[in-house]
């Protein structure tokens, strides 16, 4: 049907349009804000500096919760990977109806807002709220447990909403797996952990790779959770940028909190692909 | 034999372990929306599960709140728009994405779904100053646009998706037989993706109707969406009103969902 190259790019160039004027053109938008001189009718100067990113890197405030910001994340993702993983095993294993209400179960968390969710959590953890009731009658606390605005509860909530950004690529690479490859293994006497060590976790890495770094991508810049769920004691970077931004007004500061977090988590996805290499390269033989 | 009944037993162990590991993480991933669900329906006062009675009276006191309301019919009305421009854009993108081959193809489905593997808040950043700059900020449009954008690739991924699985061989016998290219899309290939179309159009609906942070930061003058009109609500007044508000929502994407499953089948739109 499409034999000329021009009908190719006239269908595509709406979204190429869409992408380029309200995506790449913001964001390298927003580099060009984070050098210049704070405002003061605007939200921004005429001028260049780059005195923003000299007193980020120069107060140690700031240091501290890029930290905690790129930690929480690294944890949420670790979490999340663990939680996920038998849940995309069991998955890749089901058929017919059962997969089809798996996937609903799966899914309807991707499919209901951030928001809605963490407020759930919100009534799950609160001081009367299901879980400290569960605990006290299983014995395991005597007095409910603070849980609404601590970071543990922030982490709860955040995998919760990554779970499925983890469990489909991996459930996917599962899927992948020739049943009789792990059916040869067993019959040549290898114990299931053996099995699961061996074959299965190595050759399921290719989807493991982009769910990790996909959730800990998200997970650094997740904005609703902290602001919803961590109060007002401890500060993210996102919730900081988005104060910057919309309390204080001072749009090249924040737009400078936004670039020093985006290299950093660049800079861990990087590391970590580099890391991680050999063992993609290992389940592709 | 004695050994081989021995690892057997142990697997029963194994595999009990396992199916009560199964049945925990699922309690942990659908508790939320369990919850929300049960508390909206309390005839308390306050916000609570189990609820105390059952009653759709919050319900009442969900639409009779002029800001929750208007927050509601502003998030149908944009995620209207969202799902028809975006499924428009995203079947030429998916028509052209399928021409392309090689190394340009995969960059194509990868510049495709950039919205959803870069951050939320760093595209909302950006949008915040560039329809500044464009005179677009503060204003209904250019909210929407930051919405066409975020759900461009939920659509562009369920019909591309769909588009596969529509053989070769079909465009060619209509070629064949003297269709024109815009005759065979018509008559042969959009009857045969129209699944795939009305899928990627939901899912891009239900994506609008539930993203956050871009529209807390390219919010409209004198206007709400309704998670926007929900976090206010949950800061100010922690009422089961908002257990309410949120039924609606996770009403919306369950039917949703159903709808999807119903035309394509789940396992083949993840």
Same mark, same amino acid.
């Given at each position: 049907?499409?034999?000329?190259?021009?009908?190719?790019?006239?269908?595509?160039?709406?979204?190429?349009?869409?992408?380029?004027?309200?995506?790449?053109?913001?964001?390298?938008?927003?580099?060009?804000?984070?050098?210049?001189?704070?405002?003061?009718?605007?939200?921004?100067?005429?001028?260049?500096?780059?005195?923003?990113?000299?007193?980020?890197?120069?107060?140690?405030?700031?240091?501290?919760?890029?930290?905690?910001?790129?930690?929480?994340?690294?944890?949420?993702?670790?979490?999340?990977?663990?939680?996920?993983?038998?849940?995309?095993?069991?998955?890749?294993?089901?058929?017919?109806?059962?997969?089809?209400?798996?996937?609903?179960?799966?899914?309807?968390?991707?499919?209901?807002?951030?928001?809605?969710?963490?407020?759930?959590?919100?009534?799950?953890?609160?001081?009367?709220?299901?879980?400290?009731?569960?605990?006290?009658?299983?014995?395991?606390?005597?007095?409910?447990?603070?849980?609404?605005?601590?970071?543990?509860?922030?982490?709860?909530?955040?995998?919760?909403?990554?779970?499925?950004?983890?469990?489909?690529?991996?459930?996917?690479?599962?899927?992948?797996?020739?049943?009789?490859?792990?059916?040869?293994?067993?019959?040549?006497?290898?114990?299931?952990?053996?099995?699961?060590?061996?074959?299965?976790?190595?050759?399921?890495?290719?989807?493991?790779?982009?769910?990790?770094?996909?959730?800990?991508?998200?997970?650094?810049?997740?904005?609703?959770?902290?602001?919803?769920?961590?109060?007002?004691?401890?500060?993210?970077?996102?919730?900081?940028?988005?104060?910057?931004?919309?309390?204080?007004?001072?749009?090249?500061?924040?737009?400078?909190?936004?670039?020093?977090?985006?290299?950093?988590?660049?800079?861990?996805?990087?590391?970590?692909?580099?890391?991680?290499?050999?063992?993609?390269?290992?389940?592709?033989? | 034999?004695?050994?081989?009944?021995?690892?057997?037993?142990?697997?029963?162990?194994?595999?009990?372990?396992?199916?009560?590991?199964?049945?925990?993480?699922?309690?942990?991933?659908?508790?939320?929306?369990?919850?929300?669900?049960?508390?909206?329906?309390?005839?308390?006062?306050?916000?609570?599960?189990?609820?105390?009675?059952?009653?759709?009276?919050?319900?009442?006191?969900?639409?009779?709140?002029?800001?929750?309301?208007?927050?509601?019919?502003?998030?149908?009305?944009?995620?209207?728009?969202?799902?028809?421009?975006?499924?428009?854009?995203?079947?030429?993108?998916?028509?052209?994405?399928?021409?392309?081959?090689?190394? $340009?193809?995969?960059?194509?489905?990868? =510049?495709? #779904? +950039? /919205? *959803?593997?870069?951050?939320?808040? &760093? @595209?909302?950043?950006?949008?915040?100053?560039?329809?500044?700059?464009?005179?677009?900020?503060?204003?209904?449009?250019?909210?929407?646009?930051?919405?066409?954008?975020?759900?461009?690739?939920?659509?562009?991924?369920?019909?591309?998706?769909?588009?596969?699985?529509?053989?070769?061989?079909?465009?060619?016998?209509?070629?064949?037989?003297?269709?024109?290219?815009?005759?065979?899309?018509?008559?042969?290939?959009?009857?045969?993706?129209?699944?795939?179309?009305?899928?990627?159009?939901?899912?891009?609906?239900?994506?609008?109707?539930?993203?956050?942070?871009?529209? $807390?930061?390219?919010?409209?003058?004198? =206007?709400? #969406? +309704? /998670? *926007?009109?929900?976090?206010?609500? &949950? @800061?100010?007044?922690?009422?089961?009103?908002?257990?309410?508000?949120?039924?609606?929502?996770?009403?919306?994407?369950?039917?949703?969902?159903?709808?999807?499953?119903?035309?394509?089948?789940?396992?083949?739109?993840?």
């Amino acid at each position: 049907m499409m034999r000329s190259k021009k009908l190719i790019w006239a269908l595509a160039l709406p979204a190429l349009l869409l992408l380029f004027v309200f995506m790449i053109l913001p964001i390298t938008n927003m580099v060009e804000m984070s050098f210049r001189t704070p405002g003061s009718s605007e939200p921004f100067g005429d001028d260049y500096t780059i005195m923003h990113y000299t007193r980020i890197l120069g107060d140690g405030y700031y240091w501290g919760v890029l930290w905690r910001s790129l930690t929480t994340a690294g944890m949420v993702t670790l979490l999340c990977l663990i939680v996920s993983y038998p849940i995309a095993w069991h998955l890749s294993r089901a058929k017919g109806f059962k997969a089809v209400f798996l996937y609903a179960c799966i899914a309807s968390p991707l499919m209901t807002g951030v928001l809605v969710r963490n407020f759930g959590w919100m009534i799950v953890a609160a001081l009367n709220g299901p879980l400290n009731e569960s605990l006290m009658a299983l014995g395991i606390i005597e007095r409910p447990l603070r849980l609404l605005f601590t970071q543990s509860l922030v982490i709860l909530a955040l995998v919760h909403v990554f779970v499925p950004f983890m469990v489909l690529p991996i459930n996917n690479a599962l899927r992948n797996i020739p049943q009789s490859l792990t059916e040869a293994s067993a019959s040549m006497g290898a114990s299931r952990y053996q099995v699961f060590r061996d074959v299965i976790l190595p050759l399921s890495f290719p989807g493991i790779q982009p769910g990790v770094i996909l959730v800990y991508v998200l997970a650094v810049a997740a904005y609703v959770t902290p602001a919803l769920l961590g109060g007002q004691m401890v500060s993210y970077m996102p919730t900081l940028i988005i104060g910057e931004l919309t309390g204080t007004f001072q749009w090249p500061f924040g737009s400078a909190l936004a670039i020093v977090l985006s290299c950093s988590t660049v800079l861990i996805v990087v590391v970590f692909t580099r890391l991680t290499w050999k063992l993609n390269e290992r389940a592709r033989a | 034999m004695s050994t081989s009944a021995q690892t057997f037993g142990g697997q029963r162990h194994v595999n009990l372990g396992f199916a009560i590991l199964i049945f925990a993480l699922y309690v942990f991933l659908l508790v939320p929306v369990v919850t929300i669900v049960g508390a909206s329906l309390t005839n308390g006062l306050m916000i609570e599960f189990p609820p105390q009675g059952l009653s759709l009276r919050w319900y009442e006191e969900f639409f009779a709140r002029q800001d929750l309301v208007d927050g509601l019919l502003m998030s149908l009305r944009i995620g209207a728009i969202t799902a028809i421009v975006t499924s428009a854009i995203a079947m030429m993108a998916a028509l052209a994405g399928q021409a392309l081959s090689g190394k $340009l193809a995969g960059m194509f489905q990868l =510049g495709m #779904t +950039l /919205p *959803l593997l870069v951050p939320e808040l &760093l @595209t909302a950043v950006g949008l915040l100053f560039f329809l500044y700059k464009i005179e677009l900020g503060k204003t209904v449009i250019g909210l929407q646009f930051g919405h066409i954008l975020m759900s461009f690739p939920y659509a562009y991924v369920s019909i591309t998706a769909a588009l596969r699985q529509v053989p070769p061989s079909l465009e060619e016998a209509s070629a064949s037989l003297g269709a024109t290219g815009w005759q065979t899309f018509r008559l042969v290939i959009l009857p045969l993706v129209t699944p795939g179309l009305a899928m990627g159009a939901i899912f891009a609906f239900i994506n609008s109707f539930d993203l956050y942070t871009i529209s $807390l930061l390219l919010k409209p003058l004198g =206007g709400n #969406t +309704l /998670p *926007l009109a929900l976090f206010d609500f &949950l @800061t100010y007044e922690f009422k089961p009103t908002a257990a309410a508000a949120a039924t609606i929502s996770i009403i919306l994407s369950i039917a949703g969902v159903g709808l999807v499953q119903k035309l394509v089948g789940l396992q083949r739109a993840f």
